[in-house]
């Protein structure tokens, strides 16, 4: 009913940058949220960043200051720039919409994930 594709990763030295982008699409009338998150294998997720469809953001404390997150709240896009990367960043990153709900009809989803995408730094 939503698909949420990401776009963006690769390998990048330590020091440089990405930007990853995540678009949801479907039936969608609204999504409260959208975020990305990280996890390393063995790993829990952790959040990296979140923004309200208010332009609201919260950070994890190992990214504050490199990293910054937006969206396009008519293209319910949301993207992430990450700059100074560090191999402590590489893993695989996910992007997640919170509370999305559905129009035709309308109908509350909740929470949905993309599939990840991987960003690997090399020292």
């Known amino acids: 009913q939503v698909q949420l594709v990401e776009s963006g990763g690769g390998l990048v030295q330590a020091g440089g940058s990405l930007r990853l982008s995540c678009e949801a699409s479907?039936?969608?009338?609204?999504?409260?949220?959208m975020g990305w998150y990280r996890q390393a294998p063995g790993k829990q997720r952790e959040l990296v960043a979140d923004i309200t469809s208010g332009g609201s953001t919260i950070y994890g404390d190992s990214v504050k200051g490199r990293f910054t997150i937006s969206r396009e709240n008519a293209k319910n896009t949301v993207y992430l720039q990450m700059n100074n990367l560090k191999s402590a960043d590489t893993t695989c990153y996910y992007c997640?919409?919170?509370?999305?709900?559905?129009?035709?009809?309308?109908?509350?989803?909740?929470?949905?994930w993309g599939r990840g995408i991987q960003v690997s730094v090399s020292s």
């Open positions: 479907g039936r969608i009338f609204s999504v409260k949220a």
């Open positions: 997640e919409a919170r509370e999305v709900v559905l129009e035709y009809p309308r109908k509350y989803l909740g929470d949905d």
